[in-house]
């Protein structure tokens, strides 16, 4: 009982989203320490790399779950590329930056604006289903 009020404590504070990646930190956490010297600045650092550790396995996580719907998408750059969008904007990217990016990777031409209406779809599909 306790140790569970401490883990929701945790997982609250620390701002991650499933219970087991709190015991996950805190294992990671004790190995860092007692293969550092320093304290202060291994603690630190392990929280950082830790962190990193699990939003990556979160945005993994959470593009396994997004379903890309693209009923009424009739811009074939956004049809072929949709997924890619989707993941990027997943990274916390937004449509300017996801447009550079398409353009140097992929030499697809296409408007900021029709990639953010892309994203505003898909958002209100997966808010519905």
Do not use: C
């Not at 890309?68 to 049809?79: E, M």
Request: aromatic letters at 6%; charged letters at 35%; zero cysteines.
């Amino acid at each position: 009982m306790f140790r569970e009020r401490i883990i929701k404590r945790s997982q609250n504070l620390l701002g991650i989203k499933r219970a087991d990646n709190v015991m996950f930190f805190a294992n990671r956490l004790k190995k860092w320490i007692e293969q550092n010297g320093n304290i202060e600045q291994s603690i630190l650092k392990g929280i950082n790399t830790i962190l990193m550790d699990i939003h990556k396995r979160e945005i993994e996580e959470a593009k396994e779950q997004v379903k890309i719907n693209f009923t009424g998408v009739k811009h074939p750059i956004l049809r072929k590329y949709g997924e890619k969008i989707v993941s990027l904007h997943m990274e916390g990217l937004g449509a300017r930056r996801i447009k550079k990016i398409l353009e140097l990777e992929h030499r697809a031409k296409i408007s900021h604006t029709a990639i953010h209406n892309f994203l505003k779809q898909q958002k209100e599909e997966n808010g519905k289903s």
